[in-house]
């Protein structure tokens, strides 16, 4: 088999004794400094007196080695696994192979714990999951001058309204929530004028507005040229003259 699974207990052979100790372990010649140790532990075994583990899948090796090695890899001062070489020939490994395998495992625990503080950053800085949405509101546009009704009360027109209508579209066609100045002063069909502030300012006052009115949709500004829609209920989104929703969010 190729060995995916095997585990090995600690203290158990070399590689064990190397998680258990915390330290290098290095032999250049197994029949003589380790096998006599191994022969009385299967003997304890056969009697009974130590308790075997369960095995399920073997640890793949050599038949008969005659040189190992084994070098913990610590992180945060616990040893999260060991790096282990054998040969069949005898002496093998040396000082300087020891040195390179506790570069290489000290290179991995580096690697190991930067990925843990990556982790750990992504979930602290990963916006908390949107509640679920408790109602229904439905929000009636008129493309004639771009007025805004939540239900039956005037929320707000013109460019603002415009810019309102097109965020809950995207939003209940594809459930997106973050969204970008620049992708809306890109769009065409808002006709805004060519000065950047206007755009600026027509966010300010829908912000403003959903703010004040106390609404279930709101505007929140997540960085520089970056805003996220929040809505507390389930939008439906009607056309004014229609009288059947457009879509469901």
Same mark, same amino acid.
């Given at each position: 088999?190729?060995?995916?699974?095997?585990?090995?207990? $600690?203290?158990?052979?070399?590689?064990?004794?190397?998680?258990?100790?915390?330290?290098?372990?290095?032999?250049?010649?197994?029949?003589?400094?380790? !096998?006599?140790?191994?022969?009385?532990?299967?003997?304890?075994?056969?009697?009974?007196?130590?308790?075997?583990? @369960?095995?399920?899948?073997?640890?793949?090796?050599?038949?008969?080695?005659?040189?190992?090695?084994?070098?913990?890899?610590?992180?945060?001062? &616990?040893?999260?696994?060991?790096?282990?070489?054998?040969?069949?020939?005898?002496?093998?490994? =040396?000082?300087?192979?020891?040195?390179?395998?506790?570069?290489?495992?000290?290179?991995?625990?580096?690697?190991? $714990?930067?990925?843990?503080?990556?982790?750990?950053?992504?979930? $602290?800085?990963?916006?908390? #999951?949107? @509640?679920?949405?408790?109602?229904?509101?439905?929000?009636?546009?008129? #493309?004639?001058?771009?007025?805004?009704?939540?239900?039956?009360?005037?929320?707000? *027109?013109?460019?603002?309204?415009?810019?309102? =209508?097109?965020?809950?579209?995207?939003?209940?066609?594809?459930?997106?929530?973050?969204?970008?100045?620049?992708?809306? &002063?890109?769009?065409? $069909?808002?006709?805004?004028?060519?000065?950047?502030?206007?755009?600026?300012? !027509?966010?300010?006052?829908?912000?403003?507005?959903?703010?004040?009115?106390?609404?279930?949709? &709101?505007?929140? *500004?997540?960085?520089?040229?970056?805003?996220?829609?929040?809505?507390?209920?389930?939008?439906?989104?009607?056309?004014?003259?229609?009288?059947? #929703?457009?879509?469901?969010?």
């Amino acid at each position: 088999t190729s060995g995916i699974g095997a585990e090995v207990f $600690a203290g158990e052979g070399v590689i064990g004794v190397a998680a258990r100790e915390g330290v290098p372990i290095r032999i250049g010649h197994v029949s003589s400094d380790y !096998r006599y140790g191994a022969a009385l532990g299967l003997s304890a075994l056969d009697a009974g007196l130590l308790a075997a583990p @369960p095995r399920t899948i073997p640890m793949p090796g050599l038949g008969s080695p005659h040189s190992q090695i084994a070098v913990p890899v610590i992180v945060d001062g &616990r040893v999260l696994g060991v790096l282990f070489a054998e040969s069949e020939q005898i002496m093998r490994f =040396w000082h300087e192979d020891e040195d390179a395998l506790a570069l290489v495992a000290a290179q991995l625990g580096l690697r190991i $714990a930067l990925l843990r503080q990556e982790e750990a950053a992504a979930l $602290a800085a990963a916006p908390p #999951a949107a @509640p679920s949405p408790q109602g229904v509101v439905t929000v009636r546009h008129y #493309a004639r001058d771009d007025s805004v009704f939540l239900d039956h009360d005037y929320l707000i *027109k013109g460019v603002a309204g415009a810019i309102l =209508w097109r965020l809950l579209r995207e939003h209940v066609e594809t459930g997106r929530t973050e969204f970008c100045n620049r992708e809306l &002063r890109l769009d065409p $069909a808002l006709k805004l004028p060519d000065h950047a502030e206007n755009l600026d300012a !027509r966010l300010v006052l829908l912000r403003r507005r959903l703010d004040e009115r106390e609404v279930c949709i &709101r505007i929140e *500004k997540t960085g520089r040229g970056l805003f996220r829609l929040v809505t507390s209920r389930r939008i439906v989104l009607e056309e004014a003259g229609e009288g059947e #929703a457009d879509a469901v969010a």
